[in-house]
């Protein structure tokens, strides 16, 4: 297997992998696995149209917005890289290819970590907005340049490949019900661990089946994390068809 195609394969791994949850608490933590049966779209359907949550007569609907904890992005410098010589060049880097193939290098205005490949593949990672993680690639594609490489930073080049977000509903949930009524949706195993994986679908149409874009882990306590989204708006649209199902199974 050849050097790029191993870089790709890593690079791959890399974003398919949920990303680590930035909160404190460790017990809201993804898990190693988001996978939820999907269920048939044959149809294009879109799954939640098939439930009806209602909403308790005395409560008013609040708005809920998430708190982006991490922002993973990609962006190509368009020109090969030679790592051990940026690593020797810069303080802020560490390259061990015996256990990792990229460089990975760190700013702290914005605070974030870059794994760089020789390939001129970049992975930007920490970011806490979608504007910083831009900034960030910015930043570390000019310290590459500043090194003498033919560096093309290309803002078509930068893409949001996932946005990890955080939010807290402020009241506890029933997820043994919420699983039980809910089971082509979502994954609640508490032996393994202790929230229940809910997958969010937008709405398909006749020739576009429903997406699933975002999924949630939702826990006891009402604390929320939202992952698989791009963009903010995802986020939000999530939280808001999320709204009357989680003000169903709220404990009272």
Not at 22 to 39: F, I, K, Y
Not at 65 to 87: F, H, M, R
Not at 121 to 132: I, Y
Not at 153 to 158: I, K, Q, V
């Amino acid at each position: 297997m050849t050097q790029v195609s191993h870089e790709d394969n890593e690079l791959k791994r890399l974003l398919n992998n949920p990303a680590k949850n930035a909160c404190e608490d460790g017990s809201m933590a993804p898990p190693l696995s988001t996978n939820v049966p999907r269920p048939s779209t044959s149809q294009n359907v879109n799954p939640h149209s098939m439930m009806s949550p209602t909403i308790p007569a005395n409560s008013t609907k609040e708005v809920w917005e998430p708190c982006l904890q991490n922002v993973v992005s990609t962006a190509n410098l368009g020109t090969e890289l030679k790592l051990n010589y940026i690593n020797i060049r810069t303080r802020n880097s560490e390259y061990n290819p015996a256990r990792f193939t990229g460089l990975i290098m760190r700013i702290r205005n914005p605070r974030a970590t870059a794994l760089i490949f020789s390939s001129g593949k970049l992975v930007c990672t920490g970011a806490k907005s979608e504007n910083d993680s831009f900034l960030a690639a910015k930043r570390f594609a000019r310290i590459i340049q500043k090194l003498g490489f033919p560096v093309k930073f290309m803002s078509d080049s930068f893409k949001v490949q996932n946005i990890v977000a955080t939010c807290d509903v402020k009241f506890p949930i029933k997820l043994e019900n919420l699983y039980r009524e809910h089971p082509q949706l979502c994954s609640y195993e508490p032996e393994l661990y202790p929230g229940l994986i809910y997958r969010v679908y937008i709405p398909g149409n006749r020739d576009n089946p429903p997406i699933s874009k975002v999924v949630l882990l939702i826990f006891v306590n009402g604390k929320v994390v939202l992952t698989g989204a791009k963009n903010i708006d995802e986020l939000r649209n999530a939280l808001n068809l999320m709204y009357p199902v989680l003000m169903q199974y709220r404990k009272m």
